[in-house]
C-alpha cells in the first residue's frame, strides 16, 4: 500500500502550478470547481488502469495469489483503488498545502504515521 501510495505523489506539483489558472478561471466564472474537479479525476483514470495493471501482473504472479481470473480480477480492481485513492488524496493535499516541500514532507508523513499505527494496533 505505500509503494502505491508514494507512486501517486508524484501529483503534487503538477496541481500546485495548476492552482493558480484554476483560481483565476473561477473566479471570472469561466467554469466551476466541480467542472474541474470532475476533469481532472477522468483525465487520471488512464494512467492509474495502465499502473494498477502493471502492478497487479507483477504482484499477483510473483507472490503466488491464487483464484484465477476472478482473484486477479479482484486484486487489480483493489490495486485499481487504491492507486486512486491515493491519486486523490494527495491531490487533495496539494489543494490545501500551497509549498511544495512542506507538501512532500506532509505526503510522506502521513502514511508513514498511519502504517506505525496499524503496527501498534495489529501488534
Not at 484465477?68 to 485513492?85: C, N, R
Not at 512542506?102 to 502521513?110: D, E, F, H, P, S
Request: glycine share 8%.
Amino acid at each position: 500500500m505505500s509503494t502505491t501510495y508514494y507512486t501517486c505523489a508524484n501529483a503534487f506539483p503538477v496541481f500546485l502550478q495548476e492552482r493558480y489558472i484554476l483560481m483565476q478561471e473561477t473566479a471570472y466564472n469561466a467554469y466551476r470547481r466541480s467542472s474541474y474537479v470532475i476533469a481532472r479525476s477522468i483525465d487520471a483514470v488512464p494512467p492509474i488502469i495502465l499502473l494498477s495493471i502493471a502492478f497487479a501482473s507483477i504482484t499477483f504472479f510473483a507472490v503466488g495469489l491464487g483464484g484465477g481470473l476472478s482473484g486477479f480480477a479482484f486484486f487489480f480492481l483493489m490495486t485499481l483503488g487504491a492507486f486512486w485513492a491515493g491519486s486523490s488524496f494527495v491531490t487533495f493535499l496539494s489543494g490545501v498545502i500551497p509549498h511544495v516541500l512542506l507538501g512532500y514532507t506532509i505526503v510522506v508523513a502521513i502514511p508513514s504515521y498511519f502504517l506505525l499505527h496499524l503496527k501498534w494496533i495489529l501488534h
